[in-house]
């Protein structure tokens, strides 16, 4: 039997998601609470990585047993057994041909980023600060450059392990509530680093050390050397996991949730 889970989790403590030695990912603390239940060891397979600090909302693995067990197990047993920073939010039978990471279509990201002159207390760890006052305007404007199937190997990591750096960029918002900039960015897939190198950028367009046009040129230049710095990972989220409607999957809305700050 293959199932599916829902994943939140807070980035902070562990080693990003993708299993390590010392077993302080996410990933290793996941599979041992499945195995402790299934009484097998269990690994599972994630949609996609993420680094550490970075933090999901929805992160979807789908894992094999041929162990019966009802569904509150995979969601409340397993919840027992993790640490406070990691809950399953859901579990859902699924097919053998579905697969967390190929059967996914699209992925969604928040990046959450105060921006004020003093540093934040209450938020963190759970949001990027930046404290020279941004120009949302000139960023809005600055971010329709890098809409559309593209090649985003300017704001790729050196490590990038993606087959190719063309990715389709479906949206690419930023909004302000308050002292918090809003940057909601959704493609079919992503490279690594590429949101928190294309905040980077857009900051450096929002402080005024350059003109929106510059974002074109870096695109089109392909050659990360030209970008800005890899933006910090503690405000970025891991938002939402596309799928067909086939499967199935729960469909949660994190729009308005957490009092709208996520």
Not at 25 to 32: F, G, I, K, W
Not at 135 to 164: H, P, W, Y
Not at 224 to 230: H, M, N
Request: aromatic share 10%; charged share 20%.
């Amino acid at each position: 039997m293959r199932f599916a889970l829902g994943v939140e989790y807070d980035g902070r403590p562990f080693n990003g998601w993708q299993s390590q030695p010392d077993e302080q990912t996410v990933q290793d603390m996941l599979q041992r609470a499945l195995s402790e239940i299934s009484g097998h060891q269990i690994s599972v397979i994630a949609a996609g990585r993420t680094d550490t600090g970075v933090h999901a909302l929805e992160q979807v693995v789908h894992f094999d047993t041929q162990v019966e067990r009802p569904l509150t197990a995979w969601v409340r047993g397993a919840n027992a057994l993790l640490p406070e920073s990691i809950a399953v939010r859901w579990a859902h039978t699924v097919p053998e041909e579905f697969h967390a990471r190929f059967s996914a279509h699209g992925r969604s990201y928040r990046y959450l980023l105060i921006n004020r002159s003093i540093r934040p207390a209450i938020h963190a760890g759970k949001v990027g600060w930046f404290h020279v006052p941004l120009n949302l305007t000139v960023m809005q404007t600055a971010a329709k450059f890098l809409i559309g199937e593209q090649d985003f190997s300017a704001f790729r990591a050196a490590q990038c392990q993606a087959k190719s750096p063309i990715k389709h960029l479906q949206q690419l918002d930023i909004t302000r509530k308050g002292e918090m900039l809003i940057f909601d960015v959704s493609a079919d897939a992503f490279l690594h680093h590429m949101v928190r190198n294309m905040v980077g950028c857009l900051v450096y367009v929002g402080k005024g050390k350059y003109p929106p046009e510059w974002l074109a040129e870096v695109l089109a230049s392909r050659d990360r050397r030209l970008a800005a710095p890899t933006f910090s990972p503690e405000g970025l989220y891991l938002k939402r996991i596309k799928y067909e409607t086939k499967w199935g999957l729960p469909q949660l809305n994190y729009d308005g949730e957490y009092g709208g700050i996520l």
